[in-house]
């Protein structure tokens, strides 16, 4: 029975919040291993850099800024996939069957960029945590050490790289929504498959994320870089995004800028199904229709 909470903001934000810090706790320790990977001054591979972490500073350390990503979630993920629907809905679409492709992605490049804008600052302190080798560091500690950061005023310094950011979420949520939202309408067309039938529903959500998670790892990985390198280096290092693309290139030529992939897809992948699945049946059972 339909309750129309699918136009309340509050559900919509909710649940997606709940979904992607469910989908998150599954794959940190991977993007911890991103992180280090995009940052070694030799490429290695995942495993490796897994080991690596593991040996040097235990196994915890791959759960590293773990609260700020929580909190990075519950804003910016939130944000970003909450927004989707009612950005959608307010350019027109309503059936997913006869909705343009071009508005999916609008409606997702839109809530991704306003999203990333809003909630920058836990981007950063969940790289910076990541990032660090020595002893483990409260989110406050690495708040407080961002504040002394040059910028005037001191909110200021919690916006390093928030244009890197922003481009990076304008990529993944044209790419994550749109792909997702376009692959479920194909398959039902086309393969028939319903979300009212239990087996053919979880097939079509399965299907939809793995073709999302290689879509986004694809999308973004430049920009991913990017971030890091702007977000994990001293302030004033790399002045804005294009700024740190050239210099990846330079350093170490455009396969640098997928540094990291293998361990970007093993992020985005099982992040995609956990999050979805958890999505869609939160939204089943709040009375909400399938995405």
């Known amino acids: 029975m339909p309750t129309g909470r699918e136009d309340s903001l509050a559900w919509q934000l909710g649940l997606a919040g709940a979904a992607c810090t469910v989908a998150q706790g599954t794959i940190h320790w991977v993007e911890t291993t991103m992180v280090r990977q995009q940052l070694a001054?030799?490429?290695?591979?995942?495993?490796?850099?897994?080991?690596?972490?593991?040996?040097?500073?235990?196994?915890?350390?791959?759960?590293?800024?773990?609260?700020?990503a929580g909190m990075r979630e519950l804003s910016y993920s939130s944000l970003r996939f909450g927004l989707y629907e009612p950005i959608k809905k307010s350019l027109g679409a309503e059936d997913?069957?006869?909705?343009?492709?071009?508005?999916?992605?609008?409606?997702?490049?839109?809530a991704g960029a306003f999203a990333s804008a809003v909630a920058s600052p836990t981007d950063l302190l969940k790289i910076r945590a990541q990032a660090a080798t020595g002893p483990s560091e409260s989110v406050v500690a690495h708040a407080r050490a961002i504040a002394k950061g040059p910028a005037k005023p001191w909110p200021l310094n919690f916006y390093r790289g928030v244009s890197a950011t922003i481009v990076r979420a304008s990529c993944l949520g044209a790419t994550k929504m749109a792909t997702y939202d376009q692959t479920k309408t194909y398959l039902r067309s086309t393969c028939g498959w319903r979300d009212a039938v239990p087996l053919e529903r979880y097939k079509l959500q399965g299907a939809a994320a793995v073709a999302t998670g290689l879509a986004i790892t694809v999308a973004t990985s430049p920009a991913t870089n990017a971030r890091t390198f702007i977000m994990a280096n001293p302030p004033g290092t790399y002045s804005h995004v294009g700024n740190a693309l050239v210099a990846i290139v330079q350093q170490r030529g455009p396969i640098g800028l997928f540094r990291g992939f293998g361990a970007q897809w093993a992020r985005f992948g099982p992040y995609a199904l956990v999050q979805y699945f958890c999505w869609e049946r939160l939204r089943d059972a709040a009375g909400m229709r399938p995405l």
């Open 96 to 110: 997913p069957a006869t909705t343009p492709f071009y508005k999916k992605v609008l409606a997702g490049l839109l």
């Open 41 to 68: 001054t030799n490429q290695q591979n995942m495993l490796r850099t897994i080991q690596h972490i593991v040996r040097t500073e235990g196994a915890p350390a791959l759960y590293r800024g773990f609260a700020a």
